[in-house]
């Protein structure tokens, strides 16, 4: 059996941004209702800039319940759709997790979309499997729909 154990957000933001706007986008990733800490973490580039990674966990049976439900509701179809034909690269099967980018600036607006850019909100969906029989592409697929994460066919 394949089941989700842990989701975690995290975004860089950049001295030039507005922390409060790009905690607010992180936010609108999950259920308003949930009260999870966001963890801060200064960090300086190769030329000295500061920069602060924020990033947000869900860890509890109920917090991750909450965050799919939210996810699936918010996420449009064509990112829906995008993530099922793109699943097999955003799957690492080795180390159990699903990498998807969220676009930054539009979870701002409360908008949830898939993206490929680089400045971006990175979620990782962690994964158990009982058995490296049950950690294969299918059952990870399986798992995505039965979340309503991913859609068949083209939008």
């Known amino acids: 059996m394949v089941e989700i154990i842990r989701i975690t957000f995290t975004v860089i933001n950049y001295v030039t941004e507005d922390e409060e706007l790009v905690i607010q986008g992180l936010r609108s990733c999950v259920p308003q ?3 999870i800490d966001i963890t ?3 960090l300086y580039s190769q030329f000295n800039d500061k920069m602060v990674l924020l ?3 869900l860890s509890k049976v109920n917090e991750i319940q909450e965050g799919l439900n939210w996810l699936s509701t918010n996420l449009d179809d064509k990112s829906k759709s995008y993530l099922f034909r793109y699943l097999e690269k955003k799957l690492d099967l080795d180390e159990r997790v699903i990498h998807i980018r969220l676009d930054k600036f539009k979870a701002v607006d409360k908008i949830i979309r898939i993206t490929e850019g680089s400045d971006v909100i990175k979620v990782v ?3 158990s499997a009982y058995t490296q029989e049950e950690n294969t ?3 990870v697929t399986t798992l995505l729909l039965k979340h309503n994460l991913i859609q068949t066919g083209d939008i």
């Open 125 to 127: 969906i962690s994964y």
């Open 40 to 42: 801060r973490q200064l």
């Open 33 to 35: 209702d949930l009260t």
């Open 137 to 139: 592409l299918e059952n």
């Open 55 to 57: 990033t947000l966990t």
